[in-house]
Nanobody, 122 residues
């Protein structure tokens, strides 16, 4: 069964950090770009960041607070989030796109995880 599983979400205070993980099973992640998306209540799902199969990173939200990385041996990608703000509160999803680089268009990803909740609040 091909799937992605996110973990690492939780409650964090403003200014804090979290690292999300995205573990692949049933396929080799190294040939996929991995995108990170988020969806806040009542809002559209939006792209946050992406790492291509060759390791190139694209930051779609700007500000340099989020960094994506990958460990192909562990079939896992990561989203490091620093200086978190209340407006970062959302369900965060990872997605894998076969054989290509990054794209902000969620319809172009092949596999999705179930999401992990991130809540930034004091």
């Amino acid at each position: 069964q091909l799937q992605l599983v996110e973990s690492g979400g939780g409650l964090v205070q403003p200014g804090g950090s979290l690292r999300l993980s995205c573990a692949a099973s049933g396929f080799t992640l190294e040939h996929y770009a991995v995108g990170w998306f988020r969806q806040a209540p009542g809002k559209e799902r939006e792209v946050v960041s992406c790492i291509s199969s060759s390791g190139g990173m694209t930051d779609y939200v700007g500000g340099g607070r989020f960094t994506v990385s990958r460990d192909n041996a562990r079939k896992t990608a990561y989203l490091q989030m620093n200086s978190l703000k209340p407006e970062d509160t959302a369900v965060y999803y990872c997605a894998a796109r076969s054989g290509y680089g990054c794209t902000p268009h969620r319809g172009e990803y092949d596999y999705w995880g179930q999401g992990t909740q991130v809540t930034v609040s004091s």
